[in-house]
């Protein structure tokens, strides 16, 4: 088992920046990926970021990429979402989720069916 909690989330102007942190506990051992996913309102999930708990290999959605950056620190159980030059299409609950299935290959999955453990989600509102 492994738990995840998020925070971070918040309101911020267009333009603006967050630093989203989710803490992971329990079976931290077993995880391959972490990923970053967001739901809007009325909105399928929709994949982030992802990555890889134990190597260097990050996963982005194309939406995002250029201005999101997806880091951890194995140390403290840590994975980070900084998220710059927000816009209102951002706005969405933010989870954050843990790979438990080890798999060949190098990236991190972008399904959400790959994940097994999800946090409780936090709020990101962008104004514009």
């Known amino acids: 088992q492994v738990q995840l909690v998020e925070s971070g989330g918040g309101l911020v102007q267009a333009g603006g920046s967050l630093r989203l942190s989710c803490s992971a506990s329990?079976?931290?051992?077993?995880?391959?990926?972490m990923g970053w996913f967001r739901q809007a309102p009325g909105k399928e999930r929709e994949f982030v970021a992802a990555?890889?708990?134990?190597?260097?290999?990050?996963a982005y959605a194309d939406s995002v990429k250029g201005r999101f950056a997806i880091s951890r620190d194995n140390a403290k159980k840590m994975v980070y979402l900084q998220m710059n030059s927000l816009k209102p299409e951002d706005t969405a609950v933010y989870y954050c989720?843990?790979?438990?299935?080890?798999?060949?290959?190098?990236?991190?999955?972008?399904?959400?069916?790959?994940?097994?453990?999800w946090g409780q989600g936090t709020q990101v509102t962008v104004s514009s």
């Open positions: 989720a843990a790979d438990t299935t080890w798999q060949i290959g190098t990236l991190p999955p972008r399904s959400g069916n790959e994940y097994d453990y």
């Open positions: 990555i890889r708990w134990s190597a260097v290999y990050t």
């Open positions: 329990g079976q931290t051992v077993s995880i391959y990926a």
